[in-house]
T-cell receptor, first 113, second 120 residues
Framework: DAKTTQPPSMDCAEGRAANLPCNHS???????VYWYRQIHSQGPQYIIH???NNETNEMASLIITEDRKSSTLILPHATLRDTAVYYC??????????????FGQGTRLTINP | GAVVSQHPSRVICKSGTSVKIECRSL??????MFWYRQFPKQSLMLMAT?????????EQGVEKDKFLINHASLTLSTLTVTSAHPEDSSFYIC????????????????FGPGTRLTVT
């Protein structure tokens, strides 16, 4: 699985958009980009995933560059409850034989009042 | 959404004893479950992949005789920490992936709330 690089920490003001970058320059053509987050002392929570196109759901938006070498997770109106560690993971889909999610160090996002 | 539970949520045991942690998928069947360990201020480290009805696959450096995994049904996997020592104190997290079907895209993986193990 391709490796990802994320900034170790970020701060964002409550109510503003939080933009979390992720570099995955070695991503292969059929690997997906997944985002999970982990609030302190809880299990990780799925946020969103994408292959090529930008994606949006009720939690966030995912913007993937045209060359797919980087992506940005956008939380449009951050709240204090969005304070967590955010993990960007690149992996094949399970249908293509992928088994495991391997977590890097992630970005510790702090939302400030 | 799909729910994965873990039991117990917290456990304190004495050095040398064994501890069993259960991971259950409550509203779906999971052919594959995963066990992770997380030390304070660190990321999740995958320990093993558990497949229903077969032996678990352990990651490099994880002792299979110390961390016994049993995936006896499509909704339950257990992790037993044998002869626990203080260095085994950690946050143990399981995750479950729904069995593939036409309705699932192979992307879903759901995590339990974690079990905090303290060995004294």
């Amino acid at each position: 699985d391709a490796k990802t690089t994320q900034p170790p920490s970020m701060d964002c003001a409550e109510g503003r958009a939080a933009n979390l970058p992720c570099n995955h320059s070695t991503i292969s053509g059929n690997e997906y980009v997944y985002w999970y987050r982990q609030i302190h002392s809880q299990g990780p929570q799925y946020i969103i995933h994408g292959l090529k196109n930008n994606e949006t759901n009720e939690m966030a938006s995912l913007i993937i560059t045209e060359d797919r070498k980087s992506s940005t997770l956008i939380l449009p109106h951050a709240t204090l409850r969005d304070t967590a560690v955010y993990y960007c993971i690149v992996r094949l889909s399970s249908k293509e034989g992928a088994q495991k999610l391997v977590f890097g160090q992630g970005t510790r996002l702090t939302i400030n009042p | 959404g799909a729910v994965v539970s873990q039991h117990p949520s917290r456990v304190i045991c004495k050095s040398g004893t064994s501890v069993k942690i259960e991971c259950r998928s409550l509203d779906f069947q999971a052919t594959t479950m995963f066990w992770y360990r997380q030390f304070p201020k660190q990321s999740l480290m995958l320990m093993a992949t558990s497949n229903e009805g077969s032996k678990a696959t352990y990651e490099q450096g994880v002792e299979k005789d110390k961390f016994l995994i049993n995936h006896a049904s499509l909704t339950l996997s257990t992790l037993t920490v044998t002869s626990a020592h203080p260095e085994d104190s950690s946050f143990y997290i399981c995750s479950a992936r729904p069995s593939l079907s036409r309705r699932t895209g192979g992307h879903e993986q759901y995590f339990g709330p974690g079990t905090r193990l303290t060995v004294t």
